[in-house]
């Protein structure tokens, strides 16, 4: 599936949630997705144009399949050192961590296993098991090895930053637009959606959370300074000679699609980054892992939705969480510490 899937959040979140519109708005294409920023403010149009410059400055240097990169550099570095910037230290170190946060359910290195999909290149294919195994070889966070201002990787480790890359370039927008003082303002970065404070008339953003089978907002979550990202395998997929489904997470211990009972997991938090980056190692952690995770961290909420449309909220959501209009009866289980 095209990346373009993204922008429904986006088109229901700006249509039908977010009424008045804000007075200066801003949409450009960057890292394979289209964007859209808006704000309030008396340096708004300067403020757009600042954040828009941040992002394509992250994505000149983090983009896995441009030559210039500095990610493009240290996957085809040989195994040799290579020199970084600030930024792609700071991504890495991050990476790493959250690697080790999420015992490898989030791995920064499993570019080879996926380029075998074909998800990052768009000629999808089920990888024979012998491949696989030789990329899955090639697969771990552990691996990267950092010092200031440098990086290196095996040979034939590659690093991806599609997990932390938008979150990431989310927050660092955010940043610009209160330096400039924005104090009210919405961005969607190709489905990851961060609030900057709240409306302009002071009430809460509303989000909209789709239902994957319709594209349809199934729940509504109401955030201030806030990031909100979902992840699930409906975001692209293929289906096979056979008619099997495949979808783009996969499971870093074993490199195959995840398959354990959950459409989508959305995350809550005050770090796009940490938002983005959970998202995906939730997904991949399944349902009872991932209610697990909330409660020894206690940084973030979330809301889990299951192949059965059974939802689960954190209970630091219930104030903010309701069903949308047609999704009354769903059963909504409040997930206490």
Same mark, same amino acid.
């Given at each position: 599936?095209?990346?373009?899937?993204?922008?429904?959040?986006?088109?229901?979140?700006?249509?039908?949630?977010?009424?008045?519109?804000?007075?200066?708005?801003?949409?450009?294409?960057?890292?394979?997705?289209?964007?859209?920023?808006?704000?309030?403010?008396?340096?708004?149009?300067?403020?757009?144009?600042?954040?828009?410059?941040?992002?394509?400055?992250?994505?000149?240097?983090?983009?896995?399949?441009?030559?210039?990169?500095?990610?493009?550099?240290?996957?085809?570095?040989?195994?040799?050192?290579? %020199?970084?910037?600030?930024?792609?230290?700071?991504?890495?170190? &991050?990476? +790493?961590?959250? /690697? #080790?946060?999420? =015992?490898?359910? $989030?791995?920064?290195?499993?570019?080879?296993?996926?380029?075998?999909?074909?998800?990052?290149?768009?000629?999808?294919?089920?990888?024979?098991?012998?491949?696989?195994?030789?990329?899955?070889?090639?697969?771990?966070?552990?691996?990267?090895?950092?010092?200031?201002?440098?990086?290196?990787?095996?040979?034939?480790?590659?690093?991806?930053?599609?997990?932390?890359?938008?979150?990431?370039?989310?927050?660092?927008?955010?940043?610009?637009?209160?330096?400039?003082?924005?104090?009210?303002?919405?961005?969607?970065?190709?489905?990851?959606?961060?609030?900057?404070?709240?409306?302009?008339?002071?009430?809460?953003?509303?989000?909209?959370?789709?239902?994957?089978?319709?594209?349809?907002?199934?729940?509504?979550?109401?955030?201030?300074?806030? %990031?909100?990202?979902?992840?699930?395998?409906?975001?692209?997929? &293929?289906? +096979?000679?056979? /008619? #099997?489904?495949? =979808?783009?997470? $996969?499971?870093?211990?074993?490199?195959?699609?995840?398959?354990?009972?959950?459409?989508?997991?959305?995350?809550?938090?005050?770090?796009?980054?940490?938002?983005?980056?959970?998202?995906?190692?939730?997904?991949?952690?399944?349902?009872?892992?991932?209610?697990?995770?909330?409660?020894?961290?206690?940084?973030?909420?979330?809301?889990?939705?299951?192949?059965?449309?059974?939802?689960?909220?954190?209970?630091?959501?219930?104030?903010?969480?309701?069903?949308?209009?047609?999704?009354?009866?769903?059963?909504?289980?409040?997930?206490?510490?």
């Amino acid at each position: 599936m095209p990346r373009a899937s993204r922008l429904l959040p986006l088109i229901c979140l700006l249509l039908s949630l977010c009424a008045p519109a804000l007075a200066a708005q801003r949409g450009f294409f960057a890292m394979d997705t289209y964007m859209a920023v808006s704000c309030e403010g008396e340096n708004a149009e300067e403020a757009l144009e600042a954040a828009e410059a941040r992002v394509r400055e992250l994505e000149a240097l983090w983009s896995a399949t441009d030559e210039n990169s500095e990610i493009y550099a240290l996957d085809h570095a040989g195994g040799e050192a290579v %020199a970084i910037s600030a930024d792609t230290e700071a991504i890495l170190r &991050f990476g +790493a961590e959250m /690697g #080790a946060r999420t =015992g490898g359910c $989030l791995d920064i290195t499993l570019y080879p296993v996926s380029r075998l999909w074909g998800f990052t290149t768009g000629d999808y294919r089920v990888p024979p098991e012998t491949e696989l195994a030789a990329a899955l070889a090639l697969v771990g966070y552990e691996q990267l090895e950092l010092s200031p201002g440098a990086a290196r990787l095996p040979e034939g480790a590659q690093v991806d930053l599609g997990a932390l890359g938008k979150g990431w370039a989310g927050d660092e927008a955010v940043a610009v637009l209160r330096e400039y003082g924005v104090t009210s303002a919405l961005l969607d970065l190709g489905g990851n959606v961060q609030a900057l404070g709240s409306k302009a008339d002071g009430s809460a953003w509303r989000v909209g959370v789709i239902m994957p089978e319709d594209q349809t907002n199934f729940c509504v979550l109401e955030v201030r300074d806030a %990031a909100v990202v979902t992840s699930g395998n409906y975001e692209r997929f &293929f289906t +096979a000679d056979d /008619g #099997a489904v495949y =979808g783009h997470i $996969l499971d870093p211990k074993t490199g195959a699609p995840v398959e354990n009972g959950l459409k989508s997991v959305t995350i809550v938090g005050a770090e796009g980054k940490k938002c983005d980056a959970l998202s995906t190692a939730l997904f991949v952690m399944g349902a009872d892992a991932a209610i697990e995770h909330w409660r020894t961290y206690r940084d973030f909420e979330m809301v889990l939705l299951t192949e059965e449309n059974v939802v689960y909220i954190t209970e630091g959501l219930q104030g903010d969480f309701s069903l949308a209009q047609g999704y009354e009866g769903l059963a909504v289980t409040v997930v206490s510490r």
